[in-house]
């Protein structure tokens, strides 16, 4: 019953920045991990940023120094700078827990897209 909902994705220029805001709503509570990825048409789904239980975030080495994800609870945002035309590609919302033995649930948003051009 959970969903995840993604916006703030659009188009901007290089050098640019965006805000992404992910929104879960059901049953959205105890989330191990929360985080973004992206894809581009053609290429492996890739992951941008996590936080995960404790407060600890990771990120991919393209992301890291221009992009800063946090999380309030039900909702996870990504704090995107510096964008560079590789940066494009549709940016997906994440959450993860364990549910059952052996049972770690991924739940993914709709995904929203992010043009970074002149």
């Known amino acids: 019953q959970v969903q995840l909902v993604e916006s703030g994705g659009g188009l901007v220029q290089p050098g640019g920045s965006l805000r992404l805001s992910c929104a879960a709503s059901?049953?959205?509570?105890?989330?191990?991990?929360m985080g973004w990825y992206r894809q581009t048409p053609g290429k492996q789904r890739e992951s941008v940023a996590t936080?995960?239980?404790?407060?600890r975030t990771t990120y991919a080495d393209s992301a890291k120094g221009r992009f800063t994800i946090s999380r309030d609870n039900a909702k996870v945002y990504l704090q995107m700078s510096d964008l560079k035309p590789e940066d494009t590609a549709v940016y997906y919302c994440?959450?993860?827990?364990?549910?059952?033995?052996?049972?770690?649930?991924?739940?993914w948003g709709q995904g929203t897209q992010v043009t970074v051009s002149s």
């Open positions: 059901g049953s959205s509570f105890g989330f191990n991990v």
């Open positions: 936080v995960i239980s404790g407060g």
């Open positions: 994440n959450a993860a827990r364990w549910e059952r033995a052996g049972d770690f649930v991924n739940y």
